[in-house]
């Protein structure tokens, strides 16, 4: 049996967005800048699909701009803010995605941004009054902090923090990848100024997703070269992506609280069952349903002499997991958010994370896997 339970890297695309795409790559060839009918079918393809996730979302079409994923989206907003807004300051966390912490770092050294990292408890929450303390000082900021951590789930309060920047004038860019298609948003009521997405993440096509501009924002062009995306981002549109993006969309939100209850069901299973397997289990990040992303959870396990093999024998045994503490993926170091939230990194750590295509019989196998790993001692 092969168990797939690394959702939060990437996820299965729906049948119904595979579809879609053939029938996009088989019938619609048009570039949408040309003129003429082929071309003007695929234009219509490419706002349809704006319109449709604009309208989820509950913002204005012209606010959402394609793009090849929620990488290049982190991109766009922290560049945005530095070299079109004003921006002279950047605060954030040191656990945030690499697209927005090596992307913050570059920043501060080309343009002598200053960067604030913010402290974090055991759980990777920041601390809102000092936050307020540093927007009280009068200096043009952005404000980069992820709606939820990609590793430990703790969810931001991402209405809190979009209000005291506003109270206080700073741009707020928050980066929503693990969280698009997952929870609701209404982007009239947040108002917020960027936030991003890969379609990826919610059974959709990789190489796409999108950046939410807020209009007050005024942000110029991205990428030169063409008039593509209102010229905001120049170089021709991927049609069947951005189509099964749309649809993915359209699947995410037809009975959200539905997969939700599911989903979370799920990790609230697996966590009751790990603690039954072990006397010395932890979790780390936020765990409750209100507090953490529902489709991950992140499990720091008893020691052992031959930690490092965990995700290796896992995998051997078609469970498909990741990991972060030990250097088991054959990456220089361990991860940046165990680290920042000073986990022990002696323990052996595994992120599951889950999609609406898991089941609890997989689960269960997993757990049966995970025990058979302990038993043998690794």
């Known amino acids: 049996m092969n168990v797939y339970l690394d959702n939060a890297a990437t996820t299965p695309m729906a049948p119904e967005v595979v579809d879609s795409m053939i029938a996009v790559l088989s019938q619609h060839f048009g570039n949408p800048s040309s003129t003429h009918s082929f ?22 079409p012209s606010e959402l701009i394609f793009t090849s994923g929620g990488t290049e989206a982190d991109n766009m907003a922290i560049h945005a803010a530095v070299t079109q807004l004003g921006v002279k300051r950047i605060i954030t966390t040191s656990i945030e995605h690499h697209a927005v912490v090596h992307t913050v770092e ?38 980069s902090l992820m709606h939820a951590n990609n590793e430990i789930a703790t969810l931001l309060p991402l209405s809190d923090v979009a209000k005291m920047c506003r109270k206080y004038g700073a741009f707020f860019h928050s980066d929503t990848v693990q969280t698009m298609g997952h929870y609701q948003f209404d982007l009239k009521a947040l108002d917020i100024d960027f936030i991003t997405c890969a379609a990826h993440k919610f059974h959709g096509p990789k190489g796409v997703g999108f950046l939410y501009v807020n209009k007050n924002a005024r942000a110029n062009s991205f990428i030169h070269g063409g008039s593509q995306e209102r010229g905001l981002r120049g170089g021709t549109e991927n049609i069947a992506g951005i189509v099964g993006l749309a649809k993915a969309m359209e699947l995410a939100y037809e009975d959200l609280s539905k997969h939700q209850k599911h989903v979370w069901g799920l990790k609230s299973y697996m966590m009751d069952q790990l603690q039954g397997l072990f006397a010395d289990v ?35 045994k078609g469970v498909a997991v990741s990991g972060g503490s030990a250097c088991t993926s054959g990456a220089a170091k361990g991860s940046h958010v165990l680290e920042g939230i000073k986990a022990n990194a002696s323990r052996p750590n595994a992120r599951f994370s889950f999609s609406r295509y898991t089941t609890k019989k997989e689960i269960d196998y997993a757990l049966k896997q995970l025990e058979e790993v302990y038993q043998k001692n690794l």
């Open 39 to 60: 071309g003007r079918q695929a234009k219509a393809l490419i706002e349809n699909s704006r319109r449709y996730i604009a309208q989820l979302l509950n913002c204005a």
């Open 106 to 143: 570059s920043r501060q050294h080309n343009d002598a941004i200053d960067v604030v990292f913010l402290n974090l408890d055991q759980k990777g929450n920041i601390d809102l009054m000092e936050l307020e303390g540093l927007l009280n000082h009068n200096v043009p900021t952005l404000v």
């Open 282 to 316: 932890a979790f780390l990040g936020e765990t409750s349903f209100e507090k953490s992303l529902y489709t991950v959870l992140n499990v720091s396990l008893p020691q052992s002499e031959k930690a490092g093999l965990l995700l290796f024998t896992l995998d051997l």
